[in-house]
């Protein structure tokens, strides 16, 4: 059984530019949700996507979007990138999304906006 | 608007030692609590989940209390060693349906030998 993995590790973008992250959810899960968590900060919500319809999304304008495909890999993607979006974005996937699941977390990608 | 709090902020304690943190979150009406574990620059692991309708879970060394009315949990760690150093995360789920979690700043353990 794989674990949750995420791509890139880490990136540098400049402001103004769009940004894509991959994550892939493990084995079984039909549930991914995205996090953005700021340094020193708890992880914020960002959206959930269950069987590639979003379930639920945080209080982040809709230049954060995402994707969740038919394999239950997913994409976060952020257009007019503002310095304020650097931070860790963690996805986490589970299984059912129906609440109260046990959420199994990737690494993270790190980014940096300049 | 639920808000989470997590005290103390940071602690560094010798080993050996019983620990007690502690969150407390605003609206009670929650459906469940779960607390997380964070390493430095990594994602988190799911160490306790406990539903509204249940007062404690137990694995291991840890054990966490829930009580809802009040709007605090605490995560007690027995014995603690130097691996349970980390960054230890709570958050609330109040949605229903979906799971969209509130987290805490979170509490920064040192273990030190």
């Known amino acids: 059984e794989t674990g949750v993995t995420q791509s890139p590790t880490h990136l540098i973008k400049t402001r103004g530019q769009q940004v894509t992250l991959r994550c892939s959810s493990q084995s079984g899960h039909n549930t991914v949700s995205w996090y953005q968590q700021a340094l020193g900060q708890g992880p914020q919500f960002i959206f959930q996507?269950?069987?590639?319809?979003?379930?639920g999304r945080g209080n982040f304008p809709p230049r954060f979007s995402g994707l969740q495909f038919p394999n239950y890999s997913s994409e976060l993607n952020v257009n007019a990138l503002e310095l304020d979006d650097s931070a860790l974005y963690l996805c986490?996937?589970?299984?059912?999304?129906?609440?109260?699941?046990?959420?199994?977390f990737g690494p993270g990608t790190r980014l940096l906006v300049l | 608007k639920q808000e989470v709090t997590q005290i103390p902020a940071a602690l560094s304690v010798p080993e050996g030692e019983n620990l007690v943190l502690n969150c407390s979150f605003t609206?009670?009406?929650?459906?469940?609590l779960q607390w997380f574990r964070q390493d430095p620059g990594k994602g988190l692991t799911s160490l306790l989940l406990i539903q509204s309708s249940q007062r404690e879970q137990t694995s291991g060394r840890l054990n966490a209390s829930l009580d809802k009315s009040s709007g605090r949990s605490t995560l007690y760690i027995a014995a603690s060693q130097p691996g349970d150093s980390a960054t230890y995360l709570c958050?609330?789920?109040?949605?229903?349906?979906?799971?969209?979690?509130?987290f805490g700043r979170g509490t920064s353990l040192i273990v030190h030998p």
């Open positions: 996507y269950y069987r590639e319809e979003e379930n």
């Open positions: 609206d009670s009406a929650i459906y469940n």
């Open positions: 958050a609330v789920d109040a949605s229903g349906g979906s799971y969209i979690p509130t």
């Open positions: 986490a996937s589970s299984l059912a999304g129906g609440g109260g699941e046990t959420q199994y």
